[in-house]
């Protein structure tokens, strides 16, 4: 199978930084997305990575590393609502566009 | 407004029957999937579709089925064969070219009593 790894937990203090990283297996890789999904509601949508480099979408960034199999998400400023796992996934060509998921980060945020 | 709609959101069953899972969009896209969700794993795939009439086993099949009859909606069955049917059931949609971002629907609980 095609692993993607991401930890389990994280825990950050408000108003901080954190980074959340995910590896993958590079044979075949398409495109790397990150969503969020809080507790008992649908994984919404954060960001999608294509090509190496950084994109960045006001708080949260998203790095992607193809030739290393690495990506990981930034989140600045952290609020006390970004309490949520944290999913990484990955397409692959020949794959129809399905993604293959990570089992998520739990990120806390403490006061 | 656009977006994709599942019903219900919670849904109870007995053992040994049948229960259809249904997802609707309305956002013209041509890709339709099904994943499952169990606590402590990643989402699995169960089936996609990349066009009305055609679909796709993905990871996790045994015991389900689905149709495409329209682009519109893409409902699961979940068959009295699927061994542990209790989860979280999300269905999502994305295009089929150009920036391919699957956006998935609010989900449904299913409970197997």
């Known amino acids: 199978g095609q692993n993607i790894d991401q930890p389990t937990e994280m825990t950050a203090t408000e108003g901080a930084i954190v980074q959340i990283n995910c590896t993958y297996q590079?044979?075949?890789?398409?495109?790397l997305f990150w969503y969020q999904q809080h507790a008992g509601e649908a994984p919404t949508f954060l960001s999608y990575n294509v090509l190496d480099g950084l994109e960045e979408k006001g708080r949260f960034s998203s790095f992607l590393s193809r030739s290393k199999g690495y990506s990981y998400l930034l989140l600045k400023e952290l609020q006390m609502k970004d309490s949520a796992s944290y999913l990484c996934?990955?397409?692959?060509?020949?794959?129809?566009?399905?993604?293959?998921f990570g089992t998520g980060t739990q990120l806390k945020v403490e006061l | 407004d656009g977006g994709i709609t599942q019903s219900p959101k919670y849904l109870f069953r007995k053992e040994g029957q049948n229960v259809t899972l249904s997802c609707e969009q309305n956002?013209?896209?041509?890709?339709m999937y099904w994943y499952r969700q169990d606590p402590g794993q990643g989402l699995r795939l169960i089936y996609y579709s990349q066009i009305v009439n055609d679909f796709q086993k993905g990871d996790i099949a045994e015991g389900y089925s689905v149709s495409r009859e329209k682009k519109e909606s893409f409902p699961l069955t979940v068959t009295s064969a699927q061994k542990n049917p209790t989860a979280f059931y999300l269905c999502a949609s994305s295009a089929t070219s150009g920036r391919i971002i699957p956006f998935f629907g609010p989900g449904t609980r299913l409970t197997v009593l």
């Open positions: 956002l013209n896209h041509d890709a």
């Open positions: 996934a990955v397409s692959f060509t020949g794959g129809g566009n399905k993604l293959t």
């Open positions: 590079t044979s075949g890789f398409n495109g």
